[in-house]
Every structure is written in structure tokens, then in C-alpha cells.
């Protein structure tokens, strides 16, 4: 998925432009949950954090994504994949997001930013009718409970802020004295041994599924 193809030659000056600008911008003035990482060398090759939303399976987690431009956009849609491992009906075994906003329902004057907030809205309410995932679509519909906790096992395992970069909500400064630091350090330690050792057990556990 990670491609050294670009797609810059192809676009043109115009276009490049554009989805500099429209990035610049969501770098300065984030949608709620998330953050873009820009990459200057290849605008063609946008990837954001995404905080999963309260409420959901999804909650605990923070999740990378990637758009790949075509040389014809925005015509064209892009196509949008999750980097971050995740069980959902409208997400292929590969990353790829199934959303009718980047197939039928594609406009060339919707923007990049509404593509993340569609994303986004599609961890709060799946699709289970166009499921890439059809075990993920099949259990929503049959057995949420099961969904859901299959769902959060898999948020908890892959989709955690070391395996992720940042929280696409805050970059925490730490403008704490150094004795509060070294309690946090120790707090930090003891509560990444014992995630280890929760890891390990629902490891076991998603091989039994």
C-alpha cells in the first residue's frame, strides 16, 4: 500500500495547490479528532489520525489512514484505506474503506476535509449493507455484543497511541515540574506492564475467534 509511486507529475501545478491549501488549513484549524500528516515531498499521499468516538467500539483508540489522489482528481475520488489494523463492516481485510461518498456519491467539489469526517462518521454508524468485511457486517447486525466486543479487543491491541504517533485530539505539553514527571514516569511503567500482560490475554484470545 505504502507505494514510492507518486502521483504529483501527474497533477496539475493547480490542483497541487489546492490540496496544499485545503491541508494548511486543516493543520491550522483541526476538525475535531483529527489531525493530517502532511507529507511535502508527495501531496498525492495524505494521511491523518483519527480518535476513535466516544461511544463507540472504537473509543479507546487512534486510528492512521491514508488517501492516494489520482491523477484525475478530484473528478476522480480518491481511494482511502485504514493503515491501522480494525474490525468493521465497511473496511477490507487490506485497509480499503468502502463509503459511498468516495464511489457514487462522489462530487469533485468535496474537499479532503469531508472525506475524513465521512470516515470518521463511519466508525459512529457502520454499513453493514455494503460490508467489505462480511463476519464484521453479519455480527452487527446479528450479535452487536459480540461486534462490539470483537471490535474493542482489536482497538485495544492495534490502535493504540505508540503504535499510532499522536492523539489526533491533543498533543499533550508537559509543562509539569520534574517530580511530577518521575511519578508519571513510575505511573507509566507500572501501567504499561500491566496493558502487556492485558495485551497477551486478549491476544490468546482473538486466536480462539
Sequence with gaps: MSSQYSNVENLSPQKIRQVMRELQ?????????????????????????IDGPAG?????????????L??????TPPKAY????IFHPNVASNGEI?????????KPDLGIKHILLTIKCLLIVPNPESA????????????????SQ???????????PAKCGVSAASDAKDDDGPSTK??????????????EKLLKEKKRMLKRL
Excluded at 463507540?56 to 492516494?68: C, D, E, M, N, Q
Excluded at 489520482?70 to 473528478?75: A, G, H, I, N, V
Excluded at 468502502?98 to 462522489?106: A, E, S, Y
Design 25 to 49: 488549513e486543516m493543520e491550522t484549524t483541526p476538525p475535531e479528532g483529527i489531525k493530517v500528516l502532511i507529507n511535502e515531498s508527495d501531496v498525492t499521499d495524505i494521511q491523518a489520525l
Design 150 to 160: 470483537r471490535a474493542r479487543m482489536m482497538t485495544e491491541i492495534h490502535a493504540q
Design 70 to 75: 489520482s491523477k484525475d482528481f478530484p473528478q
Design 182 to 195: 518521575k511519578h508519571a514516569d513510575l505511573d507509566k511503567k507500572l501501567q504499561d506492564k500491566k496493558k
Design 132 to 147: 467489505l468485511n462480511e463476519e464484521a457486517g453479519k455480527m452487527l447486525l446479528e450479535r452487536y455484543d459480540d461486534y
Design 98 to 106: 468502502c463509503v459511498n461518498t468516495l464511489k457514487k456519491d462522489w
Design 82 to 85: 485504514f493503515l491501522t489494523k
Design 56 to 68: 463507540t467500539p472504537y473509543a479507546v483508540g487512534i486510528f492512521r489512514v491514508k488517501l492516494t
